[in-house]
């Protein structure tokens, strides 16, 4: 078999529909434009969200909710976890190369979960509830900014 040998099946190629060549072709007289119209105009171009004219969906639909520029994001990581992810002391660094947050995430711990043993764990927020368990446990907090 060569590539000058080589032929496509029967009815793979399909010609295509040859629109506005008389009345009995099928498509003839509108060329399947319909009647009148922008869409049956020659040059029309159909946006993609445009409805006709009528109020878009995007302006109809209400508009809630506001999202502030100034949130800060944290990671959160429950206090019980703490000894799963790392055997010594927690440090942002340390946990980046666990890779159980991103670099430039910000970290703050949670109070689920028991903590077993001393622990120096450094963060950027802690709750309550965790800051108490962690120092219970004989271990200390440390806030960075």
Known sequence: MN????????????????????????????????????MSRTGHKHKPLFEGGQMKLIRRIPKRGFTSPNRVAYAALNVGELAKILPGDVTPAALVAAGRVGPKSRIKILGGGEIAGARKVAAHAFSAAAKAKIEQAGGSCELLS
């Open 3 to 38: 590539l000058h040998s080589l032929k496509n099946t029967r009815g793979a190629k399909k010609r295509r529909m040859r629109v506005g060549r008389g009345e009995s072709s099928g498509k003839g007289r509108t060329s399947g434009k319909g009647n009148k119209g922008q």
